[in-house]
């Protein structure tokens, strides 16, 4: 089941690895990020950048690559198998310039309206493999609408007004493993993808 985005936080930063011959250790401080461009037929293009996040869970948490046994997710010396009860997913979506792969989808440079935005319908799943689950019981927590102002406001001045949708949902995870990722998945009202970003350990 979808979600009016028009019913409904900002947010960046990535894990960095460290790397020796035996294993590779990833850093998860802050949570997961999730960043994605997209676009609407005919323009305009945008930006999806957010991150998920959950009190303290993700403090100290690293990933353990190693050549000669499975991947394991430690918080010290405690072995961690599965996401907390509750996440916390915020991202915000403003526009961007097209991309090289997705020029066919906006010839002409335009703007994100509150119309185009309160057409999409949000998508969560939780993707294993090539298993796709929906994500049920989400909620939304937090939405807003704000002016982009512009770093050279008089040459701005003609041009229409950019704005930034921010967004937070409440995601239910409990005995959800490490191992699954996040897929965001935004449709128009015609089904067609707008857009598609996943959060991933």
């Avoid at 993707?127 to 050279?152: H, N, T």
């Avoid at 406001?153 to 007004?161: E, H, T």
Wanted: glycine share 6%; with cysteine.
């Amino acid at each position: 089941m979808g979600v009016a985005l028009l019913l409904f936080a900002s947010i960046g930063g990535a894990p960095l690895p460290s790397l020796s011959r035996e294993k590779s250790v990833w850093n998860y401080d802050g949570g997961l990020t999730l960043e994605t461009d997209g676009a609407f037929p005919d323009g305009p293009c945008f930006r999806v950048k957010g991150r998920v996040s959950a009190p303290n869970f993700f403090d100290d948490l690293k990933r353990i690559d190693r050549v000669d046994s499975d991947t394991v997710f430690r918080r010290g010396t405690e072995k961690v198998t599965q996401f907390p009860d509750r996440l916390t997913l915020a991202f915000v979506i403003y526009d961007l310039p097209c991309s090289v792969e997705l020029k066919k989808a906006a010839t002409t440079r335009t703007y994100l309206t509150r119309s185009q935005m309160s057409s999409l319908n949000l998508y969560l799943y939780w993707k294993r493999g090539v298993e796709m689950r929906p994500v049920l019981g989400a909620e939304p927590k937090y939405f807003s609408v704000d002016p982009v102002i512009p770093a050279a406001p008089d040459r701005a001045r003609n041009l229409p007004q950019k704005l930034e949708w921010a967004y937070e949902f409440t995601v239910p995870s409990s005995s959800v493993p490490l191992t699954d990722s996040l897929v965001l998945i935004l449709r128009g009202p015609d089904g067609h993808m707008a857009a598609r970003g996943a959060a991933r350990m």
